[in-house]
């Protein structure tokens, strides 16, 4: 029997075996809120997202406000408008997505109590594929010329 032969069906075999599939996962970084004064209506979060597949921001939850959104922000006719992204925030595979003033954030609303400017707040953020994660975002003022 010739060497090709043999070598034939071991190359048919490796062929349609199953392929690896990179890990659905998300690494998060410099997750920040800013400061709010108790009785304020809402507080801006943000962070910097990586997905290793395409994914999505679908729900963002934390134990410091009654409820939280993903808003992006954009200029209509001069005026700048917040709105709720109800389908969430596309993670395109290998992007880094920055949640920041201005922009696409996390909106907690109706905070349960002061968020003072040092301290912590845990968000827990949904994806489509990869798991939920919880992140501790430290309390900060926006650097200069970040406003919102």
Known sequence: MKPVLLIAPLALLAACS???EVEP?????DAWCR????GA?????????QSA???RLVAVQSPAAARSEIHTMSMDDGVMRMR??????VLPAGERVA???GAEHLMLIGPTGALAEGGEVAL??????APAQTLSAQIRSAPHGMGH
């Open 18 to 20: 199953p392929r690896t």
């Open 124 to 129: 827990t953020l949904t994806f489509e594929k």
């Open 35 to 38: 400061p709010a004064a108790a």
């Open 99 to 101: 949640l920041r003033p």
């Open 41 to 49: 209506p809402a507080v801006g979060c943000y962070v910097t997202l």
């Open 84 to 89: 709720a992204l109800p389908d969430g925030l």
């Open 53 to 55: 597949v395409d994914d």
């Open 25 to 29: 996962n998300v690494v998060a970084a």
